[in-house]
């Protein structure tokens, strides 16, 4: 790690000095570049539009492709990006004065989809498959205008698992949130370089380096979201088996098709006896 005063970079320059902190600083820069190796992030000149909620997970992606690019290891341009999406309540100057006094290159731009969403959900329905969907047309859009070649979010390890048993339980689909994918306009990546980073890395990292968190419940929207069901059932699968979960993640690399009962992934008819 560039750890010498004259090298450290302003994201890290209030970091603990602590062996803990170090193996877990080290443990998410590794398992992002993991990541990013495996699914095969980086292309030539690329231009990555890194979004940040002011959340714990986003800080952390920052901070972890900020290493990497400052080590040499992430040969990409970086433009950090914060979507005010009117929300009331949202601290608007929290971000670009922090992104300033780090000295990352940033873009702020608002746009008011809450009262849209507020006007067009029904009342006593949750807003976020409108919310995001208004949220990633914003985003793309933005990545466009900036010459980016990809949009890069912050979800990690434990959202994957949650989406997969989100589809697996409400959506009757294996499925879950791809690592890497190309828009359905053809023109953007979508990357999550924090695929294998587990959440509660995450949340001690933003909170040891006591980046300023924005809450992500200022809408009001989010009792009873059937995710915070899935997270509590994963959060007692591992109180009781402790290592359930990267197991389970695990699963969703190692499948066999064979085993399963899709015949579009598979030629059960034309299985033959040798």
Known sequence: MLDQPKDIHAL???APGTTEFKKLRKR?????RQAIDDFGMVERDAKWLVCLSGGKDSYTLLAALTELQWRGLLPVEILACNLDQGQPGFPATVLPEFL???GVPHRIEYQDTYSIVVDKVPAGRTYCALCSRLRRGNLYRIAREEGCTAVVLGHHRDDILETFFLNLF?????ATMPPKLVNEEGDLFVY?????????????FARDLNYPII???LCGSQDGLQRQN???LLNDWEAKSPGRRQKMFRALMNTRPSHLLDPKLFDFQGLKLD
């Open 12 to 14: 890290f320059k209030d």
């Open 28 to 32: 998410i820069v590794r398992e992002t």
């Open 100 to 102: 300033d006094a780090m």
């Open 170 to 174: 409400h959506g009757s689909r294996l």
């Open 192 to 204: 999550r370089p924090l695929a294998y980073v587990a959440e509660a890395d995450c949340e001690k």
């Open 215 to 217: 809450p992500c419940d």
């Open 230 to 232: 899935i997270k509590n």
